[in-house]
């Protein structure tokens, strides 16, 4: 079973960012361990080597060719574009159209459902308003305190 191109193409995207990780550390690496190369003659010091940058170098370069193919084959199975220019060009415009009635429609329905809204928050008032009204006082007398405890 194929993945869909809305998958393929986010798992395409996830690939290249890694790929570009890679490469950054990588270059940053090799420019941090690069050994010192003689400008106009100079002697050299020798730089202390705590690894071997050559077999180091090899890894980074076999992990970037990974990660290339990686998205190579993932550029592989994109599916074909179809069609020419225009029809292209015919199917964004329905696409667009499409967008513009749903947009209208969901507007539509927004109107309506902040109308409801409102009829519910005005009844909610009505009813608080007559709860309020048929509630005895909070306070009270003296007495119907003392009978309260």
Known sequence: MTAPPVDLVSSLQE???????MLFNYLGALQRDAPPQP??????VAAPKTYDVLAQTELMASDLMAGLK??????????EL?????????QAV????????ASQELQQELVAASAK???LQDAHGVLAEAALRHRPPA??????????S
């Open 70 to 79: 990686d998205v190579e084959g993932l550029i592989q199975q994109l599916p």
């Open 39 to 44: 400008v106009k003659g100079e002697a050299l």
């Open 139 to 148: 306070g009270g007398t003296a007495e119907q305190q003392k009978t309260k």
């Open 15 to 21: 690939a290249i960012g890694r790929l570009n990780a």
């Open 94 to 101: 329905a696409l667009l159209q499409q967008n513009a009635e």
């Open 82 to 90: 179809s069609g020419s220019e225009a029809e292209e060009v015919a």
């Open 117 to 119: 809204l409102a009829q």
